[in-house]
């Protein structure tokens, strides 16, 4: 195991993790998107050289699961006779129609390219942690809300015209906002951020920046005339200022991030984007106007058999589609078809069990492979899931995340309800993650009703308009960990 990387690190074509079921790669193409061909060539590969599961994340990766150490190798090779070339290095995430969104307010491309050959000119990749991350943000009809990252840019209108909102450690609701500025600046601060990060070491994030540094880089733009960002030394821990005139032309010698010129813009310390953070999952039909449409299509519990993502993408090559998009969300979206082919894809995708609808219950509930597909698993995590979606679809307006066992894998934050299999059965958390320990225990193979039982009292007890995940919180641990116990 000490070949490959460690759990936590980010399992890439180069670097695959152990997990439970044997070595797993994660694939991000660098054109955004795949053809269908070429991903009907990922998905074979999947069958001849892991155990034929693929699956999209809910940051939009495609991982391929069930390698062996000769395995992977051989599927890397066949990756590159594929001809996809894969993203290495800090992640600098953009959203799944970035650049074709016709609702966009900025196109991301352009400054996460600048950052990306930022990142790599300052030397920074190899001092940040594998779980460091940018993401930005042209706030379109497929948002990044809901993702957390290190540092993130999100486009806004302001009176001054389109500007960028910088924020730091978090999600699209509660990272907090730095500045409001124009494009030149969000990129430079951002790669001064990670400056920051990468001198506290490699297991520093964002979270750990001090409060002098933020406050440094949110109230810059009040220091008149400006000069320059901080550069932290590891040794001293002191801010030293340059006069160097960018970080990016500094980067290659080392030299302390420069001054910004910033602006305060309206609105800067809402940390949301124009109108507020929006949930918006990537199922359905999208307009693209002069591009087209964009139909979304959920893998359930981001996970589906190699030979059925084959099915779905054969069907839609004989329905003209001609590129496929990985979309945070665990979803696919497909694009080039005419509209009027939407309705077919759409039904062949639910006959073999894809998730169509944004309503369907599936897309609340988080679950991982379990048993028998994973050796950590305790619990069959897949076939409670289905059930438990098909039984409570009405109460399901929260979080609810299946776990084969501690470790939490498919949702590692907190859930309203957590199922995590363990020595004494299937324990239920309230509110937490997987690792936390559970309020009540009942057997493995009786979790769904366990979860009716819940949803029951849920009913029973709710107010007129109250939603199940507000009566939940009133319900309190102790009363639902009673009633998941119930016979």
Not at 88 to 106: H, K, S
Not at 108 to 121: C, K, L, N
Not at 140 to 157: H, P, S
Not at 181 to 203: N, P, S, T, Y
Request: contains cysteine; glycine residues 10%.
């Amino acid at each position: 195991m000490n070949a490959f990387s460690r759990r936590g690190a980010c399992p890439a074509l180069a670097a695959p993790m152990q997990t439970g079921d044997g070595l797993l790669v994660r694939l991000n193409p660098v054109a955004g998107g795949l053809s269908p061909e070429s991903l009907i060539g990922l998905a074979e590969s999947a069958l001849r050289h892991g155990n034929g599961i693929m699956e999209v994340t809910a940051r939009g990766s495609l991982q391929i699961r069930g390698l062996t150490a000769e395995s992977a190798q051989l599927l890397a090779t066949e990756v590159d006779a594929l001809g996809i070339a894969v993203r290495t290095g800090v992640p600098v995430e953009t959203g799944p129609l970035a650049g074709i969104d016709p609702q966009e307010i900025a196109d991301p491309r352009p400054p996460a390219e600048q950052i990306r050959t930022a990142v790599e000119e300052a030397g920074l990749t190899q001092r940040l942690g594998p779980k460091v991350s940018v993401i930005v943000d042209g706030s379109g009809q497929l948002t990044m809300d809901t993702l957390t990252a290190d540092v993130r840019l999100a486009a806004t209108r302001t009176d001054a015209g389109v500007r960028w909102r910088v924020a730091v450690a978090g999600d699209g609701q509660n990272a907090r906002p730095l500045v409001t500025v124009e494009d030149d600046a969000a990129r430079d601060i951002a790669v001064a951020v990670l400056r920051m990060i990468a001198e506290k070491g490699r297991e520093a994030r964002a979270r750990d920046l001090s409060e002098r540094q933020l406050a440094y880089l949110a109230g810059w733009h009040s220091v008149a005339p400006p000069s320059v960002l901080p550069d932290i030394s590891p040794t001293r821990g002191e801010i030293a200022h340059s006069r160097s005139p960018s970080p990016i032309s500094m980067a290659s010698e080392g030299g302390p991030a420069p001054g910004l010129p910033i602006s305060p813009l309206v609105g800067e310390m809402s940390g949301r984007t124009e109108g507020g953070a929006k949930e918006l999952r990537p199922i359905g039909i999208f307009d693209l106007a002069e591009a087209g449409i964009a139909l979304g299509i959920a893998l359930p519990y981001g996970s589906m058999p190699a030979d059925k993502i084959i099915a779905l993408t054969q069907s839609a090559i004989t329905l003209d589609t001609t590129e496929i998009r990985l979309a945070p969300g665990r979803a696919l979206l497909f694009l080039g078809q005419p509209s009027s082919a939407n309705r077919a894809l759409q039904h062949t995708a639910a006959t073999l069990g894809f998730v169509t609808s944004p309503a369907d219950p599936r897309t609340r509930i988080a679950a991982c492979p379990g048993t028998p597909a994973c050796a950590s698993g305790r619990i069959a995590t897949r076939d409670i899931a289905e059930t438990i979606a098909a039984e409570n679809a009405d109460s399901l307006d929260f979080t609810l995340h299946v776990s084969g066992c501690a470790k939490g894998c498919a949702h590692p934050g907190s859930a309203a309800l957590t199922i995590v299999g363990g020595e004494n059965g299937a324990g239920l958390v309230v509110n937490a993650t997987a690792k936390a320990l559970p309020a009540g225990y009942r057997p493995g193979y009786d979790a769904a009703r366990g979860i009716s039982r819940v949803a029951a009292l849920i009913r029973s007890t709710r107010y007129q308009g109250e939603t199940a995940a507000a009566c939940l919180t009133r319900l309190g641990p102790a009363a639902i960990a009673e009633a998941y116990r119930q016979e």
